[in-house]
């Protein structure tokens, strides 16, 4: 009886990262799994967390929208941040405004294709009356970046450079 009550009391702890300096520290484990991680396990796991391409696409009298396939690796977890360059030579992240009424959006798909749209004020897809190349730049941020630095969300590429 005296070793089911043992096994009991040791069954019921709950295991988890205990070490206070790791970035994945649970409060409620009492046992130490082997989990934790921290900021060294992280750098010597992918010493790149941003990866940054520029490109260029063509909108015409009949393409409003279009897409481009990434170089980089995208998982799930990882954050893709997608710019324009603007008149004066600036990125600036999307949605942006490229003309007065012309307004440009981009989303991705989960195996990391980027969407670009031309949308007019009232939403409905823009035509450029000729052809219109415009540079985008796409950034892939790592989860692993985002677990060193989690305050990244919101920030443009530049900004991110200078924290990672």
């Known amino acids: 009886m005296l070793a089911s ?17 790791a970035l994945n520290y649970s409060e409620e484990a009492k046992k130490d799994d082997g989990s934790c991680i921290t900021v060294q396990d992280i750098r010597n796991t992918d010493s790149q967390n941003l990866y940054v391409e520029v490109f260029n696409l ?22 893709i941040i997608i710019e324009v ?6 990125w600036k992240s999307l949605p942006a405004i490229l003309d007065v009424d012309v307004h440009l959006e981009g989303s991705y798909e989960d195996d990391g294709t980027i969407w670009i749209y031309l949308k007019n004020d009232d939403g409905s897809s823009f035509y450029p009356s000729g052809n219109a190349t415009v540079s ?10 985002m677990i060193l630095n989690p305050n990244i969300e919101g920030k443009t590429i530049s900004e991110i450079k200078q924290i990672i």
């Open 58 to 79: 063509t909108f015409s009298n009949s393409v409003s929208y279009t897409f481009y396939n990434p170089n980089f690796n995208y998982e799930n977890g990882d954050m």
């Open 136 to 145: 985008f730049r796409a950034g892939l941020v790592k989860k692993n970046g």
């Open 85 to 90: 360059l603007n008149q004066y030579g600036e």
């Open 5 to 21: 009550s043992l096994v009991l009391i040791t069954s019921c702890k709950k295991t988890g990262c205990t070490d206070s300096t």
